[in-house]
């Protein structure tokens, strides 16, 4: 069992290395396609913004799957566990970098200069925010659990419903006229916020119950038996999507629109659910994968900013999307994202190169 508990599980890291891959290509192509081919009466824009749509609940449940499955891996009490640490020193990373990459002023000590505008773009939640505050989120439903001795599925699933269903009622709040507006923005879209709380850590903490499912019985990814109840699952939960959405349209009245309704929710829960199905089932049939996938997963937090740098710069340099803001056709917007990919992946394959020159080499008495 010792040994399980050190296993990567290959389907996770496929996953974040789709998610983040997803991610590249889909802030790639939006900062630089042109408007007028900004429409939906194209297939192929149609299409990329609907697979858009699921790129970040991709991305946040394999950050919740990850982090909860090497949590619980470690089957110890909360306060020996050492991925408590890790955990919470994941959690400031994440922060930190997520405000650098929106620092609002070359000048680290002067904000003078520093207009309203920037200050809305310098609080404004974003992805990396958002995993942070999700991981640290598991780690307190996680100490809860296991001091009111609570069952941790339903604790992360509670957890995840209340964020969800909570929306309905945060979103509507002008939390500006009651909080600073670097707390606000936690609360709500209203400032700009592309990943505030509510909805999105749900999508966090729903990746805890299948991590904590992984940790608690290992070797289980192994077997296909285990991948088609992960298809029954998301194939229900769009049967789900779609019972709320005939509710929706035809008893309360709700418009169809592609925002975080309950029916949005259930769909992308749906959608995340049966690509990790089919990831897995992808993962058993391979047997091996090709290295740099596995990395590029390993990876996420620094493809992830580099490609935010190289696209819209920071306080410090310019970004390329400053030069050719939303001016380019579709082909050379697919090109350029296509070029990032690479780029990014070679990227990932210099780091592994570089990490041995980096490691201390081990003493005699140590090999």
Aim: proline fraction near 4%; hydrophobic fraction near 55%; avoid cysteine.
């Amino acid at each position: 069992m010792a040994k399980q508990t050190r296993e990567r599980i290959i389907f996770i890291d496929l996953m974040r290395a789709f998610a983040v891959i997803m991610m590249v290509q889909g802030h790639t192509i939006d900062a630089f396609l042109a408007d007028e081919y900004r429409t939906y009466d194209s297939l192929i824009y149609g299409f990329w913004v609907t697979i858009r749509g699921f790129t970040a609940p991709i991305f946040m449940v394999s950050s919740g799957v990850a982090f909860t499955y090497l949590f619980r891996s470690a089957h110890l009490p909360f306060n020996e566990n050492p991925r408590v640490k890790k955990g919470v020193f994941r959690f400031i990373v994440l922060m930190l970098t997520a405000y650098l990459l929106r620092f609002p002023t070359y000048r680290m000590v002067d904000f003078s200069q520093v207009t309203h505008e920037q200050w809305l773009t310098f609080f404004t939640i974003d992805a990396l925010h958002l995993i942070g505050i999700g991981i640290l989120f598991i780690l307190i439903f996680s100490y809860i659990a296991e001091k009111l001795k609570l069952n941790e599925y339903l604790v992360y699933s509670l957890a995840a419903a209340f964020f969800f269903m909570i929306w309905n009622v945060t979103e509507y709040i002008n939390w500006a006229n009651y909080l600073p507006i670097p707390f606000a923005a936690y609360f709500y879209a209203g400032t700009g916020s592309l990943f505030p709380l509510f909805p999105w850590t749900g999508y966090v903490l729903a990746g805890a119950i299948l991590g904590t499912y992984l940790a608690k019985n290992p070797g289980v990814y192994a077997s296909k038996k285990f991948s088609y109840k992960l298809g029954g699952v998301g194939l229900g939960l769009l049967v789900a999507a779609l019972a709320v959405s005939l509710i929706q349209s035809n008893f309360i009245g709700y418009k169809y629109f592609i925002t975080d309704n309950s029916f949005v929710i259930l769909l992308r829960l749906g959608v995340v659910t049966l690509l990790n199905s089919l990831m897995s089932v992808l993962a058993i049939s391979l047997k091996r994968i090709p290295l740099i996938v596995q990395e590029v997963g390993r990876y996420t937090l620094v493809v992830y900013a580099v490609h935010v740098i190289i696209l819209y710069g920071s306080a410090w340099i310019p970004g390329f999307a400053m030069f050719w803001p939303k001016s380019l056709n579709l082909s050379y917007s697919l090109l350029a994202a296509l070029v990032m990919i690479i780029l990014m992946i070679y990227m990932v394959h210099v780091i592994q190169k570089l990490k041995p020159v980096f490691k201390k080499k081990p003493l005699p008495s140590q090999v």
